[in-house]
Structures are given as structure tokens and as C-alpha cells.
């Protein structure tokens, strides 16, 4: 799936705390934030930027049921229509043998389902290449972002003067293809 | 640092209240002892019951911290005189648990059928020899090392482990040297609470039924009383909370209390299952009458815990908005502590009724002959029945295995048959019988041996309101030595290295009706 190529204007900050900053000046100003990238989880960051509760986990608990009920319905199946053997002396509807299984299901569907929706949601495919504005975010550099494609040169200087202003470390520009 | 409320007052208007709730416990107590069987067991069990449930929870009080410190945990530092307080109950628990062993040795009482006189002697007519073969750690001897010693041994390590946090405190100085005290408590504690509870547990309840035998049993019950302590640490922080202490705790303390009681609440489930599934599949007789027993005459006991453990706090919990939230987590430890006790009851109860009954026999002269004892060894034998079980039940998959074991075991078979000879034949004949028709004729003999223990009993078969006002009683013991406790020393760790990061401390949950909370909050500044 081809995107298009989007022209980023970023700056780079040497500080979680002046990056909480910045962002809360971004929004005072209305300032359309495409992205932070932070070398960790910084905390408190999500409602600064208006971040929603991740709903991931509704759908969690939907494949881990799903999973569950997998798991003792081929069980039952299996063990009393399709193919039923006498194991110790035991019924053929064994519920307590069938719990390991079942809670392995459960755990088995629940991972894989939520590995698999969110790599979908975030578009990470084997093969796909990584859209990096700095290597230094992934070490030591926390870094503020907004879209500038189709920004006039005046809406760029405003950005570049923000940065200014809330301390930012550099400035860049990078095309994202 | 500018902490404000950090010295707990303990009020006379809460002390009174405590007190009538242990003159309450000890009417209750009077009130079973006297309306009792001959052999107090009602009196006896809820004693048993509330005194290792409410030492088992000072236990892991100081179990938990101890993991803790261990772990250079920084998050819990502001609540940790909760569980330093909570841990010095064992101090009480050593002089109920004394009472129960000066009954042992004085034989007051009948909490142990290993401990009738005359059992292990091979030329009794009471004789036993699977006890006999166990006597050389189901004695009165190793009850009390067992019990009373490590007791004391887990008491003096959390006594000397608060001593060196609260001597912290006056420290002029920031210096480590009371917080490497500190962590050698813990970290000693650590094998020694690990090893030595399984021993406790498996003296003081798992020997109520001294025939039976589980490995998971002390894993099992250790993680029941875990789960007391945190509950009641939930209640306690909530309460102290509301009078306007503890501050600086704030959900994500609580949030983290609360992923530690969902956690360790499906910990529980695991073995409460392992410990079912293993016994279930094997099949050995004299490890099946125990659920057996337990399933047939004790359904609301044995399916209420897992409504109460399990069910309710994983469904509740599973959330993690509710895990921060004071009124469901308060609700849900509320629950998973009655569920805990209810555990306890379980664990004790059946047994302790067998217990008592074989008591009453022996005293009565129906006693057990070495025909008997030959014959509950056959019995005891697993029967893997190699025809087509029809059934679909749990119940009857365990049936066909054991009611020949049943019958030997409470020796209602013996008592009911004329002669020792005839009553080899009767078990016999019932042994082969369940090759073919392990059904009908199993159910009727079961029918016929429990005649006794079938009926419901207040206090046994669940528990009454004696066993409530007596857990009131316990609980209100507890709580007033664990106030004094608190009230003795200031409620914030001054010195504690660790005390920086507990105040800011955050989990980082996202949750939209917080964030909106919040925003409103702001808005208003």
C-alpha cells in the first residue's frame, strides 16, 4: 500500500519534562500535533495530548472467550462424537481434563489476536521499512513533530518559533516516503 | 517534605467499639463451647479456623514485605507500616496457637485423631497403621516445634524487621545503614517463612485429616492466607484513608495492591485446581475421599469458594479501572476476605467432623479390628474400572474409584456388619462389584455409611452466625492490636530511601473517565 510522502518539521528536545512542556504550549496555542516520539513510556503524557483509553483490551477478552470456547467445544466434540477412548477409567466428558487445554486456548487466542490487531492497527507487516524522523529517539532524545506538507512558509516559521520558544535542542525538516 | 496527618491516633471511640466486638467473639465462642457434642469440636474447629486464618494474614504480611524489600520494590514504601503493623499479630498468634498446643499435649481436645492415645500402638485394638507409619511427624512433639517454634522464629524476624525500619526514624542523618538492616531481615525471612510454613500448615490443618495427603496442599493455603492479607490490607489503607490519613497513597498505590490481589487470586485458582486435578486423575483412593467428602455433603462450601475466590475477583478485577477505584476495590476485598475464611472453614470443618466421629466410635467401643485394618488397605487400593463409564459427572468418575475406601475410612462398613469376617466379604464383593455395576451398588453403600454426616449442620456444613460473631471476635483482636501497633510509630517511613519514589509513584493507566475528572479539575483552577 503506497502512502504519500509527508514532509515533517520536528524538534528534538533533551528532556521529557521539556517536552510535556512543549506539548502543553502546542495545544494553548491550537497547534496540530502529528506525533511525539519518546525513547520510553513517559508518564502523563497520554492526556496531555488527548489520548483515548486503548480499547484493545475489550478485544482481549473477545478472543481470549473465543479461545476458551475453542478449546472445550473441539474438546467435547472430539471426545464424545467424533472419537471417544476411555482414558483411566474416565468419562468420555472429562471437564477437569479439559481445563488445562482450555485455559491454554484462552491464553493462546487472547496473544495472538491482540499481537495480530495491533500490528494491523499500526501497520507493522514483516518486510515493512522503518519510518525513523532520528535514530536518537530510540536512545536519548524526545521529539515533537507536526505535518507541514501542505504548510505555507509563514505556518513554518510559526512552528520554528514555537520550538524556539520551548526550548527545543534542533530543529529538522525530513520527507517521510 | 510536607506530609501532614502521619501519626495515627488511635480513638477510644474506635477502641471501645473493638472491644465489644471481642467480648461479642468470645460470647460466641462460650455460647458454641456450650452448646456443643461432647467433644467441643464446633468450639474447638472455630478456634482452630480463625486463629491460623488471622496469624496466617500476619504471616504474609511480613512474607510480602519481606518479597518487598527483597525485590528493592520503591512503590509500597508509603504503606509499609500497614504491613509492619499487621505482621506483629503473630505476637497474639503465638498464645492462641499455645492453647491449641496445650490441648494437644493435654489431649483437650479432638482437632487430631492422630493423637488419640493408644493409635499408634500396634497391640491397641484402636490401632492404626497408616498413622503409626506417619507418627514419627504427626506427633505432639513436632505439632508444637511445627506450629509454636516457627511461629515464634517468623515473629522474632518481623519484630526485629520493624524494629530496624522504625528506629530508622530518628536517624539525624540520611545513612543506609538501617536499610541494609533491613534487608537482611527480609531476605533472610524469605527461605525461612517459604519452608517453614508449608510445615505449619500441614501441622496445624492438613493433619486434621492425617489419612490424606496433598503435595499442593501448603502452596494452596499459604496463597489463601496471602489473599487474607491483602484484602485486609485493601479495607485498612480505604479506612485509613477516609480518616484522613495516608494521603499521598492515591489509586496508583492502590492499583498496584489490587493487581497483586488479581493476580494472586487466579494464583489461588491454579492450585486450588492442581491440587483437584492431580487427586482427580490418579484416582488413589485415600487421596479421592477427601474431595469426595468435601463435594457430596459440602456442595455450597466446595462451590461457594470458588464463586467467592475466583469467580468474583477475576470478573471484578480483570478491569483496570476498577483496580483503582476505592469503593469496587474496597467491596471486592470485602469478599475475597470472606472468601478466604470460607476457604479456611472448608479446609477445616470435614475433617475435624470425621475426626470427632471416629473420636465417638472409639469411646463407644466400635472400634477399628485388624480385619478392618486389612481391609481398608484393600480398599485403599486405586480401582481403575476398565469398562465404558457411562457417567458424565465429576462426581461420578471419583465414585467408582472409592466407595469401597469410603466405607473402610469412616468404618461405618465395620460398624454396621455383625462380624469382622462378614464385613471383609461385604467390602469385597462391593470392590468387584464396581468392575460392572460401580453405579447403583456404590451409590446405595455410600448412602447407607454417611447417614450421619449427610445432614446439615450449622457450623459445619456452613458456617452459622457463631462462626461469624466468632470471626468478629478474631477480627476485632486483630484489629485492635494491629491500631496499637500503628498508633506506636509515625505512619510515613521518614529515612526510607525509597520514600521519594513511593510519593510519585504512578502506574500509568489511561483511563478516559480519570482524564476527564481531571480536566474538569484544571478547567476550575
Known sequence: MATESKKVLYGLYNDEEDLKGAVKTANAAHLDILDVYTPFPVHGLDPILGLKESRLHYLGFIYGAIGASFGFLTMTWVFTRDWPIVFGGKPYWSVPAFIPITFEMTVLFAAWGMTITFYTICGMWPGVKAKSLDNRITDDKFCLAFDVTSATDNDVDKLKGFFSQSHAAEVNVKTLD | MNLTNTQFVFQSKTKSVLIGGMVLGALCLILTFIGDDEYHTRFWTNYLHNTVFFTGIAFTSMFFLSAQITAFAGWDSLVKRVWESMSQFMMVGLALVAVLVIGVWGHFHHLYHWNTPGITDPSSPIYDHIIAGKSGFLNAGWYTLGTLGFLAVWFFWSYKLRQASVEQDTEETASLSYYKKQRKWAASFLPLGGFLSTVFIWQSVMSIDPHWYSTMFAWYSMISMWLGGLSMTVMLIIYLKSLGYLEYVTRDHLH???????????????????????????????????????????????????????????????????????????????????????????????????????????????????????????????????????????????????????????????????????????????????GEAAHGEGEHGEEHGHEGDKSFKAGFTLPGFLELGTMIGFLSLFLFFFFNKLSSASLVPWKDPYLEESMHHETGALINTEVEENQGHDDHH
Open chain 2, 256 to 434: 498496584d495492591i489490587g493487581k497483586y490481589l488479581f493476580g494472586i487470586s487466579v494464583f489461588w485458582t491454579y492450585l486450588w485446581f492442581d491440587q483437584f486435578m492431580l487427586i482427580w486423575y490418579a484416582n488413589n483412593g485415600e487421596e479421592t475421599i477427601y474431595f469426595k467428602e468435601r463435594m457430596n455433603h459440602y456442595p455450597v462450601l466446595f462451590w461457594g469458594n470458588l464463586l467467592l475466590n475466583f469467580v468474583t475477583p477475576f470478573l471484578i478485577l480483570m478491569r483496570n479501572d476498577t483496580k483503582r477505584k476505592f469503593g469496587t476495590m474496597f467491596f471486592v476485598a470485602l469478599i475475597v476476605f470472606f472468601g478466604h475464611w470460607w476457604d479456611y472453614f472448608y479446609m477445616i470443618k470435614p475433617g475435624a467432623r470425621i475426626a470427632a466421629h471416629e473420636a465417638k466410635e472409639i469411646s463407644e467401643g466400635k472400634v477399628k479390628t485388624h480385619e478392618a485394618t486389612s481391609l481398608e488397605k484393600a480398599a485403599a487400593e486405586p480401582k481403575m474400572s476398565t469398562t465404558e463409564a457411562q457417567s458424565d459427572t465429576v462426581a461420578a468418575a471419583m465414585h467408582a474409584a472409592e466407595d469401597g475406601a469410603a466405607a473402610a475410612h469412616h468404618e461405618e462398613a465395620a460398624a454396621h456388619a455383625a462380624a469382622p469376617a462378614e464385613t471383609h466379604e461385604a467390602a469385597a464383593h462391593g470392590g468387584e462389584a464396581h
